[in-house]
């Protein structure tokens, strides 16, 4: 306190306030009319109010004035607040118009700045008979803008009377208005005093920029907690001119709502959500909502069915699984209100007979994507009667529908072109006649699964026509030989994924004709095949793309053929090798050292990855 009353002695001295007017003259240059008129303005404003009206500063206020300064022009932008940089200057080492200052960020300041710093100056002198000893230093000072809300609205006559100090310690800019403000909780604020200069201001922290020209930094607010960008979380003010904003869940758009509600499952939405109100059982039946539907109930009637899908008459996505309580009839009602459905899965209702699936393709003409897995009821002329009325149809799964055969694959064929995705597991009805009509009419094929179906060699030699071919699954496929398998695949380029699992015919000759034409293939399944060695040798030296390999229970695999495929392909990830007994436990710990990249699965490794898993998820194993 002391050496800032010596600074202020300093600065005045004995002078008279006419020769100190003097002096600020001659070392501020000759100033406009302009500027005379501004300061005659704005102390007519403060002049023409109360003195209640005009925030009094304390003691210590006024010594903070003295080092800080704010300078806000009244007839400028009155939402732009330039804090200037303290210094130990006197105050006439105000720097003149023709320096230009150093600016940080925003190159938007310059002679005006300096042109309101001297206005805000003499509308001190003017008011209270003193002078701040504050200076701009000509260098080193950085402005950098203060962002105030937009919502903040003020006059001419409160912006005069705003006070705003620094803190010097923390280098952040501080602004204290007279504006009351609300918490988005409604906690009531009421008047703190600054820590800085004393003055009581609404503000809790009021923190609304830094002096460093980043982004300023969220607070925490003192009532509820919550964290926001200006610690008073403003809403709004007290007075006749700002009335606080209060918003209740049900004001908010029906858009709104709905997608808050999206976070809810079915359950919530019916029987918890939509009870609420009526605002509430409006926006839960929102048809933005039911768009997709996913139904997994085993106890699901068919009067449940109806009324959920009935809710959107644009239903695009329908899932039923294990809804073993549906009849034929009450899946085929629900098909017939959904003209725009897309995609439909069908999984694990045994019930169902033919009636639920007859006449899907006349009520559901834009199907897409069609998944019958494990439902036993489908029949071909079902299946017929899609493919002649679904001509999108481009994902189709079958995966063990005994009743398909050749018959309808045939008229599937023939009548999508776009199919793009085709899988069958365990059909047994389909044969070598569903594949050669695929391979002719089905160009655009890209994924082809034929698990344990009545294929045969003679069958897959038509695969070459499939020339987008990407993922093909010949898994357990006894009856095709080594030689036929080299020479179908060798002639599908585009391919990145081969699973040959449970086939025993396949050879390391049959491995060396992949490996050496198909560049591409990243995942290759060889589980329980008649390979050795030379067999991973051949893929490490043509298929340096492969990511994916997996030779478990392929008893002639040995630490040769593991070492020699892990150095030679450098893409490798994975590298499975359960039950391949002729590679030993200290092979497999140096291949584990020398490549960490590689994730190698083995029985005795994968049971103490479970071990270690187990044990960070907290549970204690039983040692004895």
Not at 205 to 218: K, N
Not at 537 to 545: K, L, M, P, T, W
Request: aromatic letters at 4%.
């Amino acid at each position: 306190m002391a050496e800032q009353e010596s600074d202020g002695e300093e600065l005045v001295g004995n002078k008279s306030e006419e020769q100190h007017h003097q002096l600020l003259a001659t070392r501020h240059g000759e100033e406009s009319d302009d500027e005379g008129d501004e300061v005659k303005q704005i102390c007519q404003v403060i002049h023409s109010r109360s003195s209640e009206d005009i925030p009094q500063c304390s003691a210590p206020a006024k010594e903070l004035c003295e080092k800080r300064m704010l300078s806000p022009s009244p007839t400028t932008d009155l939402t732009r607040r330039y804090p200037c940089k303290s210094t130990k200057k006197s105050h006439g080492d105000v720097p003149n118009s023709d320096t230009t200052p150093t600016r940080k960020q925003n190159d938007c300041f310059g002679s005006n700045h300096l042109k309101e710093c001297r206005i805000f100056r003499k509308v001190l002198e003017e008011v209270s008979g003193e002078g701040c000893s504050t200076g701009c230093d000509n260098e080193e000072d950085k402005f950098v803008p203060i962002r105030v809300p937009s919502n903040v609205k003020r006059n001419s006559e409160e912006s005069a009377i705003d006070q705003t100090c620094r803190n010097d310690s923390d280098n952040k800019s501080k602004v204290y208005d007279q504006d009351y403000t609300k918490c988005e909780h409604d906690c009531q604020l009421t008047h703190a005093t600054s820590s800085n200069c004393g003055t009581e201001n609404p503000f809790s922290s009021c923190y609304l920029g830094s002096d460093t020209g980043e982004q300023q930094q969220p607070e925490t607010c003192s009532k509820c907690g919550t964290e926001n960008t200006f610690s008073s979380c403003y809403l709004g003010s007290d007075d006749e001119h700002h009335p606080a904003v209060t918003l209740h869940f049900n004001d908010l758009p029906i858009l709104l709502k709905s997608q808050i509600f999206s976070y809810l499952t079915m359950n919530e939405l019916l029987c918890t959500a939509s009870l609420v109100c009526k605002t509430w059982y409006e926006a839960a039946r929102e048809p933005g909502l039911w768009r997709r539907l996913h139904l997994d109930r085993p106890g699901m009637l068919d009067e449940d069915l109806w009324n959920v899908v009935g809710i959107n008459a644009n239903l695009s996505q329908l899932h039923v699984l294990d809804c073993r309580m549906l009849s034929g009839k009450g899946i085929a009602k629900a098909l017939a209100g959904c003209p725009a459905l897309k995609e439909l899965i069908i999984m694990r209702c045994n019930q169902l007979k033919a009636d639920a699936f007859c006449d899907i393709g006349e009520h559901c003409p834009l199907l897409a994507k069609i998944n019958f897995s494990n439902t036993n009821g489908v029949p071909d002329a079902a299946l017929e009667k899609i493919a002649s009325h679904c001509s999108h149809l481009s994902e189709l799964r079958l995966n063990r529908c005994s009743l398909i055969s050749d018959e309808s694959i045939t008229q599937v064929a023939r009548c999508c072109p776009k199919l793009k995705v085709l899988t069958f597991q365990e059909n047994k009805k389909v044969t070598d006649a569903s594949l050669q009509a695929l391979c002719a009419f089905s160009h655009n094929i890209e994924v082809l699964s034929l698990h344990k179906c009545s294929i045969t060699s003679q069958g897959i030699m038509h695969l070459h026509k499939l020339t987008k071919l990407r993922n093909l699954d010949l898994s357990n496929l006894s009856s095709l030989s080594s030689n036929s398998v080299g020479e179908a695949i060798s002639n599908l380029p585009q391919l990145d994924t081969l699973n040959l699992c449970l086939s025993k015919n396949i050879n390391d000759s049959c491995l060396h004709s992949i490996a050496a034409s198909c560049k591409k293939l990243k995942y290759l399944f060889l589980v329980s095949c008649n390979i050795t060695d030379e067999g991973l040798i051949s893929i490490g030296r043509h298929s340096r793309s492969i990511e994916h390999l997996d030779i478990g229970w392929c008893e002639d695999i040995t630490d040769r053929g593991a070492t020699a495929l892990s150095q030679m392909c450098s893409q490798l990830k994975y590298l499975g090798m359960v039950r391949c007994d002729q590679i030993t436990e200290g092979c497999v710990a140096r291949l584990v050292k020398e490549f960490p990249h590689i994730h190698y699965s083995t029985f005795l490794l994968d049971s103490q990855r479970l071990l270690e898993k187990a044990k960070r998820q907290g549970f204690q194993l039983n040692t004895v």
